[in-house]
Nanobody, 125 residues
Framework: QVRLVESGGGSVQAGGSLRLSCEAS????????MAWFRQGPGKEREGVAS????????NYADSVKGRFTISRDNAKNTLYLQLNSLKPEDSAMYYC??????????????????WGQGTQVTVSS
């Protein structure tokens, strides 16, 4: 059974930082591509960042470039998202997702097979 479990969300003030984690288990395809998506209240789901199998390639939404960093530790089966210089508009439920290659860009939600339950990020001004 595949499980993706996010953690690390919370409430911070604008300008603050958070580090999200996503622990994966049960994924048999070790070549999986992974990504972070988010969905704020009344907004559509948005792809935030993606990373290739061994972390060689990363992609970011324009809205988070230079502030967020995606990384993965395959030995720990864990995906990370470092969020810096947070803004109120970053407030959302953040989800990790996984799919089989090819790992080309962030893609869209339907491209991904496995999803976590989400972790809430709230940024106050």
């Amino acid at each position: 059974q595949v499980r993706l479990v996010e953690s690390g969300g919370g409430s911070v003030q604008a300008g603050g930082s958070l580090r999200l984690s996503c622990e994966a288990s049960g994924i048999t395809d070790s070549r999986n591509c992974m990504a972070w998506f988010r969905q704020g209240p009344g907004k559509e789901r948005e792809g935030v960042a993606s990373i290739s199998t061994f972390g060689s390639y990363t992609n970011y939404a324009d809205s988070v470039k230079g502030r967020f960093t995606i990384s993965r530790d395959n030995a720990k089966n864990t995906l990370y998202l470092q969020l810096n210089s947070l803004k109120p508009e970053d407030s959302a439920m953040y989800y990790c997702a996984a799919k089989s290659p090819p790992c080309k860009g962030i893609g869209s939600g339907p491209d991904y097979t496995y999803w976590g339950q989400g972790t809430q990020v709230t940024v106050s001004s």
